[in-house]
């Protein structure tokens, strides 16, 4: 099981939303680039990184701070927020990101998931948020017509490296994730699934472990509020 200590940017500060809600988010007082540290020094390999301002204007605007993360670190990175062309995601792997996670642009246009994937072969990770099984886009403001499992099952012949499913209703409230609706998911996908929204404890991390096709876990609030520590956090993380 890889644990994925969170990290979302905006503003070059560590921020937290709840529901992927701009106007109620959480500013924590350490840069980025010292929480990617403090998760180094406790032994994380792994970092999943949203960059909220690129979500919100479509531009890598944090590109040199991601760059500096990998450069100083050594982690092993998954970067997502507003990456919507081929252009974004040379330049993110260039810099030494080990997956680049596709939303919106993804599910809104499906040439260009299988672009991506037939350019950067295993480097391309799919972000699917859903919300009463629905696909929410564009920065979860929008809620699709299109069913989560049946957006998957057209999509799973791509090559998309790795899936990191999202309860939108669970992200930031620490209520549990979704166990149920990511079982469904990760039991028709043809690539692995990461566990997204709503980690509260480490017995969510524990109940992660048995799941069939489940690579790993986001843990993001629990971390900042202080409801689950580095150092027991670390121990589950093979």
Request: charged residues 30%; contains cysteine; glycine residues 8%.
């Amino acid at each position: 099981m890889k644990i994925f200590p969170a990290i979302d940017i905006k503003d070059k500060k560590c921020v937290r939303l709840v529901k992927g809600d701009f106007n109620n988010k959480t500013e924590y007082q350490m840069s980025p680039e010292d929480q990617a540290g403090r998760y180094k020094n406790h032994g994380f390999k792994n970092i999943h990184i949203v960059d909220l301002d690129g979500a919100l204007t479509g531009k890598m605007i944090n590109l040199d701070t991601i760059q500096t993360i990998v450069d100083k670190f050594d982690l092993r990175v998954e970067i997502g927020g507003g990456i919507r062309n081929i252009d974004s995601i040379k330049k993110y792997i260039d810099v030494g990101v080990e997956k680049v996670i596709l939303g919106s642009a993804a599910i809104k246009d499906k040439n260009f998931l299988k672009e991506a994937c037939e350019k950067f072969p295993n480097k391309i990770a799919l972000g699917l948020d859903a919300k009463d099984g629905y696909l929410a886009i564009s920065g979860w403001k929008e809620i699709s017509n299109q069913l989560t499992l049946d957006y998957l099952k057209e999509i799973n012949d791509y090559g998309v490296s790795r899936l990191i499913y999202t309860d939108i209703d669970r992200d930031g409230m620490k209520q549990s994730p979704n166990f149920n609706e990511t079982m469904k998911v990760a039991e028709i996908s043809k690539c692995p699934v990461i566990i997204s929204g709503g980690v509260s404890s480490i017995g969510d991390i524990k109940k992660a472990k048995n799941l069939k096709n489940v690579e790993g876990i986001i843990v993001g609030k629990a971390i900042y509020d202080g409801d689950i520590k580095l150092e027991e956090l670390v121990k589950e993380d093979a």
